[in-house]
């Protein structure tokens, strides 16, 4: 079974701090994406990679950055986090160029930023 | 632009009785469409998805889903409901082929009455 985790499921912090969210998948997966989901707007995509040290923005990628230095790992990072990034934070995984594009989706950071 | 559109924000049925959810799409080639389904404070778990062929696909838990190109629609339906089949279902389009993104659905919220 394909398997993403995620550093932490909740996560408590203040305006101002820098934050890493972490995602790991275990599949070999080239894609690797980061979700943000509010009630009401879905999910919406922040940034996704696919490949080691490569990076697109995605529709809201204000205020986030990302890191991906090895294939199994995708960072998600809030430079200087405020009160609008409070959120549930979801990251997925797919292959790419095998014809199967599914997503598969670790089981989410609800972030709080005070 | 390619979008998904959910037209229903809370469906409630009561257990047993059947289920069909709604998903329409704007897409100009053919798409691959995608079911999940979100449990509360769980990540996107894959229901069923289509790609090309049979346009009745079956997916996991009892669940199925019609492609129907002349509506632009991939509804999911469920014969009988189940109480714990109470969650958010998400309906997603792969969009723009070579970049593995996905469109979201804004999502169904489904409450089961015992």
């Known amino acids: 079974d394909v398997k993403v985790t995620q550093s932490s499921r909740y996560l408590v912090k203040r305006t101002g701090e820098k934050v890493f969210l972490e995602c790991v998948q275990d599949?070999?997966?080239?894609?690797m994406f980061w979700y943000r989901q509010d009630p009401g707007l879905g999910l919406r995509l922040i940034y996704f990679?696919?490949?080691?040290?490569?990076?697109e923005k995605g529709d809201i990628p204000e205020g986030y950055s990302v890191s991906r230095e090895k294939k199994e790992r995708f960072s998600l990072i809030l430079e200087s986090a405020s009160t609008n990034q409070t959120s549930m934070y979801l990251c997925?995984?797919?292959?790419?160029?095998?014809?199967?594009?599914?997503?598969?989706f670790g089981p989410g950071t609800r972030l709080l930023v005070l | 632009a390619q979008s998904v559109t959910q037209p229903d924000i809370h469906i409630t049925v009561s257990e047993g009785a059947s289920l069909e959810l709604r998903c329409n799409y704007s897409?100009?080639?053919?798409?691959?469409l995608f079911w999940y389904v979100q449990s509360p404070g769980q990540g996107l778990q894959l229901l069923l998805k289509?790609?090309?062929?049979?346009?009745l696909v079956q997916g996991i838990k009892g669940f199925e889903a019609e492609f129907k190109r002349s509506q632009s629609s991939f509804n999911l339906r469920k014969p009988s409901v189940h109480w714990s089949d109470a969650a958010e279902y998400f309906c997603?389009?792969?969009?723009?082929?070579?970049?593995?993104?996905?469109?979201f659905g804004t999502g169904t919220r489904l409450k089961v009455l015992a």
């Open positions: 289509y790609f090309s062929g049979d346009t």
């Open positions: 997603a389009v792969g969009a723009d082929s070579g970049t593995y993104k996905y469109i």
């Open positions: 990679s696919y490949d080691v040290k490569m990076k």
């Open positions: 599949m070999d997966h080239e894609n």
């Open positions: 897409y100009g080639a053919t798409p691959y």
């Open positions: 997925a995984s797919s292959h790419r160029g095998t014809g199967d594009e599914t997503q598969y």
